[in-house]
């Protein structure tokens, strides 16, 4: 059984489109993550959810809107997309939000959105 | 949140033992160290995870010093399988605002 899902496993979309990517897990993990992992494999934290309760909402442009209906569910919606968004999403989950010792990120295999 | 060095990338042989070194200078008391590895198309996958002196687990050892600036992965007896990206990261009990690097790239060649 895969811990950490999330489709698509590709996205191709062009500039101005609204797409919505989705994840879930099956751990019964607390927490929830997006990652974005850029073309020069740099990997930051785009948001994290605890019990459905945003907890980190870094940078990222308001045309990101995270939800998580549940919290073995969070899901990603990018409006308006433009060409810089272009990169690897990845969605991750940890069983605890207070401690970073035992308790690592499970990741999901990604999303790779390109817009054209 | 805790910097990293570690060497862009290394290559060993089958059968080798490989030590990746990460440096975190400004490591602080609360701060555990985490090592990942990322293969092609998939998400980074947790391997060890320590405080001080070892730990060893069934794939590998962490090695850390005393003053705990640095860390030292060793993989045992690499096969081509463990060509990856791995990535050093230091995380304190708070939220996990983890901040991954470029890594370091390991190539193993038969």
């Known amino acids: 059984d895969t811990a950490v899902s999330q489709t698509p496993k590709y996205l191709v979309t062009q500039m101005g489109n609204d797409k919505s990517i989705k994840c879930e897990q099956n751990?019964?993990?607390?927490?929830m993550y997006w990652y974005k992992q850029d073309s020069k494999k740099f990997l930051k934290i785009m948001f994290s959810?605890?019990?459905?309760?945003?907890?980190i909402n870094e940078t990222v442009p308001n045309r990101f809107s995270p939800k998580s209906p549940d919290k073995a569910h969070l899901n990603l919606h990018i409006n308006s997309l433009e060409l810089g968004d272009s990169a690897v999403y990845f969605c991750?989950?940890?069983?605890?939000?207070?401690?970073?010792?035992?308790?690592?990120?499970?990741f999901g295999n990604g999303t790779r959105l390109t817009v054209t | 949140l805790a910097k990293t060095t570690q060497p862009i990338s290394m290559d060993s042989y089958e059968g080798q033992e490989v030590n990746i070194t990460c440096s975190h200078n400004?490591?602080?008391?609360?701060?555990?160290i985490t090592w990942y590895q990322q293969f092609p198309s998939q998400g980074p996958r947790f391997i060890i995870q320590?405080?001080?002196t070892k730990v060893t687990n069934e794939v590998a050892s962490l090695f850390i010093p005393a003053d705990r600036k640095s860390s030292t992965l060793s993989l045992p007896r690499v096969s081509l399988s463990d060509t990856a990206v791995y990535y050093c990261l230091v995380a304190d009990t708070g939220f996990q605002k983890l901040v991954f690097g470029t890594g370091t790239r390991l190539l193993v060649s038969p």
């Open positions: 400004n490591i602080a008391t609360n701060d555990y």
């Open positions: 991750a989950s940890s069983a605890s939000r207070d401690r970073a010792y035992n308790s690592p990120l499970h």
């Open positions: 751990l019964g993990h607390d927490t």
């Open positions: 959810y605890n019990n459905k309760e945003l907890i």
């Open positions: 320590g405080y001080k």
